[in-house]
């Protein structure tokens, strides 16, 4: 069983930084393909963006693309998510998530274990 813990969310302006990390435990993540979502008040989860295992490929939604990197140290059992140049609407509850896998399957429904998110609040 792997155990997903969340951390770095907090309360930014609009334009700044923040880097949220997904620690792991109880085995290994190296051969799991790992994700983001995020859920806004009201609103689905929706996807962010993931990594393969090896950290060669990575996927984002289009309305992160150019301002999030997520990116992995298998090392450490911890993946990443750079969050830059907010916007209000980045706003929402953050979630790590893996798939036993090593490549991303393209739906949240396929990843196997989850977080328990970290709050991310953007300030106009």
């Known amino acids: 069983q792997v155990q997903l813990v969340e951390s770095g969310g907090g309360s930014v302006q609009a334009g700044g930084s923040l880097r949220l990390s997904c620690a792991a435990s109880?085995?290994?993540?190296?051969?799991?393909?790992m994700g983001w979502f995020r859920q806004a008040p009201g609103k689905e989860r929706e996807f962010v963006a993931a990594?393969?295992?090896?950290?060669?490929?990575?996927y984002y939604a289009d309305s992160v693309k150019g301002r999030f990197t997520i990116s992995r140290d298998n090392a450490k059992n911890t993946v990443y998510l750079q969050m830059n140049s907010l916007r209000p609407e980045d706003t929402a509850v953050y979630y790590c998530a893996g798939e036993v896998r090593p490549n991303y399957s393209g739906s949240p429904q396929g990843m196997d274990y989850w977080g328990k998110g970290t709050l991310v609040t953007v300030s106009s």
């Open positions: 109880g085995r290994t993540i190296r051969h799991y393909a």
């Open positions: 990594v393969s295992w090896s950290g060669d490929s990575t």
